[in-house]
C-alpha cells in the first residue's frame, strides 16, 4: 500500500465537474478575498474601521491596515460584537466568521440590523468554496468564499451581495485578472497531480510564490478559474466532505478532542477540514496510516473533467521549453506530454483525452491523491 500524501494541496482534477452554471447576478467573481474586500471599501464605503475575530488570517488585519481603516478584534465564540464595533470610529465593516466552514455563531442578519447604517456585515466564508451561495447575505452586507481555498483553482473568490446589476458585474469583469498568481498556483497544482514525490518541493515552492504575489487591489477572476468554478458540481462538493467528516467523526470518536460538534457535517456547514486536539500528532498520524479505511474508504464515482484544456491555457503549453507563470518552473515537452498520459490518459493522436478524475479531495477527511481512475470521453488537449 502505498500513501502519496496525508492532507495537503489539491490537485489538478480532483473536482467533479457537470454543466456549466452562470453565476447568480448578484455573486461578483474576483482574484482572491482581499481583492473582494479592496472593491467593497471602495464601494460600499467610505469605512473608517473594521472588526474581525481574533481567529482570522493576519493576511486580513494587514490588509485592513493597508486601507487605513483602525482594527477591533472580538473574541472566537463571542456574543456581545457590537461592543467591539461600538469602540471603532464612524462606519465599521465587520468580518463574521464562518470558521473551517462551519455556520456563524453569530446572527449576521440581526447583528445587521442593531448596527443599521454604522456598519456593513459581511460573513467571512473564505474557507468554503460556495459559502456566497449557502449563506443568507445579511441585510445591506456580503458574503465572501473563496473557491480557490477549496476547489482546484489557481486563483477566486466569490461576493455574494443582496442585490446585484449589470453594470457593476461589468466594470468587475473588466478588471485585470491576477494572472501571475493564478498560473503559478495552478501549475503547483499540475504537478501536484503527477503523483510524483520528487515534484513536490517545485511544487510548494510555486504555491508560495502565488500566496505571496496577489495584489492588493481589486482584481476579477481568472477566466480558466471561473470556468472551474461554474461547471464544478457544487451538490457532490457539498456532499462529499460534509460524509468525509461525518466518517472521520465516527473514526476518531475517542482517540482525539473535536473542536467543533455534529453540526460541524450538517447543512449549511461544508468542512474545509477537520479540526482536532491531540496531544501526540506523530503517533495519530501513524495510527491514521495504520487504518487504512480511513484514508480508502471512499465511494467512488465517476467524473468529467475539462482539465485538459484547462493545464493547457494556464501554462501557456507549447512545443519545446515553456515557462510556468514566469516563476522560473521550466517544464520541457516531455514532463507535458508524460503529464497529460499519466494525469488524463490520453486516448488517440487526435489530442482526445479520456476525463480522469480524483476520487476525492486529499485536503478532505478521507483524500487519498492516489486514488484515480479514468471517466468518460472528455475536452481535447490541444493547448489554445
Not at 488570517?57 to 472566537?76: E, K
Not at 503523483?195 to 513536490?200: D, H
Not at 481568472?222 to 465516527?250: E, F, G, I, K
Not at 492516489?370 to 472528455?378: I, L, P, T, V
Request: hydrophobic share 45%.
Amino acid at each position: 500500500m502505498e500513501f502519496v500524501r496525508f492532507g495537503g494541496e489539491l490537485p489538478l482534477g480532483c473536482d467533479a465537474l457537470g454543466d456549466s452554471a452562470p453565476l447568480p447576478d448578484n455573486v461578483y467573481a474576483f482574484s482572491h478575498g482581499r481583492a473582494a474586500l479592496s472593491w467593497l471599501v471602495a464601494a460600499r464605503g467610505p469605512f473608517a474601521s473594521a472588526a474581525a475575530c481574533a481567529y482570522t488570517c493576519p493576511t486580513v488585519p494587514a490588509h485592513f491596515q493597508r486601507l487605513d481603516l483602525a482594527l477591533g478584534f472580538f473574541d472566537y465564540g463571542a456574543d456581545d460584537v457590537a461592543c467591539t464595533v461600538a469602540a471603532l470610529p464612524d462606519r465599521c465593516l465587520v468580518l463574521v466568521p464562518a470558521p473551517f466552514g462551519l455556520a456563524p455563531w453569530i446572527d449576521a442578519a440581526a447583528l445587521a440590523l442593531s448596527l443599521g447604517e454604522r456598519a456593513t456585515v459581511v460573513i467571512d466564508a473564505a474557507q468554503t468554496a460556495f459559502g456566497a451561495f449557502d449563506f443568507p447575505v445579511p441585510p445591506g452586507g456580503a458574503v465572501l468564499s473563496c473557491p480557490r481555498k477549496a476547489i482546484a483553482a489557481g486563483d477566486g473568490a466569490l461576493l455574494a451581495m443582496e442585490q446585484g446589476d449589470e453594470r457593476t458585474r461589468a466594470a468587475i469583469a473588466a478588471l485585470p485578472a491576477a494572472e501571475a498568481p493564478a498560473k503559478a498556483k495552478q501549475a503547483a497544482r499540475a504537478l501536484f497531480a503527477t503523483g510524483e514525490l520528487e515534484r513536490e518541493g517545485e511544487a510548494l515552492n510555486l504555491a508560495r510564490q502565488s500566496e505571496m504575489s496577489f495584489p492588493p487591489e481589486p482584481r476579477r477572476m481568472s477566466d480558466a478559474s471561473l470556468d472551474l468554478v461554474c461547471r464544478a458540481d457544487r451538490a457532490q462538493h457539498r456532499a462529499r466532505r460534509r460524509a468525509n467528516a461525518t466518517r472521520l467523526a465516527a473514526r476518531l470518536a475517542g482517540k482525539a478532542e473535536f473542536v467543533f460538534g455534529p453540526d460541524f457535517a450538517r447543512p449549511p456547514s461544508v468542512p474545509f477540514d477537520f479540526p482536532i486536539l491531540h496531544g501526540d500528532r506523530a503517533r495519530l498520524l501513524r495510527d491514521l496510516r495504520a487504518a487504512h479505511g480511513i484514508l480508502l474508504g471512499v465511494q467512488r464515482q465517476q467524473n468529467r473533467f475539462a482539465g485538459v484544456r484547462q493545464f493547457a491555457l494556464c501554462l501557456g503549453a507549447r512545443r519545446g521549453e515553456v515557462r510556468a507563470a514566469d516563476h522560473g518552473l521550466r517544464l520541457h515537452e516531455e514532463t507535458i506530454t508524460q503529464f497529460l498520459r499519466r494525469v488524463f490518459v490520453t486516448a488517440d493522436g487526435g489530442g482526445n483525452a479520456h476525463g480522469c478524475g480524483f476520487e476525492d479531495h486529499p485536503q478532505q477527511p478521507g483524500g487519498l491523491a492516489q486514488a484515480r481512475r479514468c471517466g468518460e470521453q472528455g475536452q481535447t488537449a490541444a493547448p489554445e
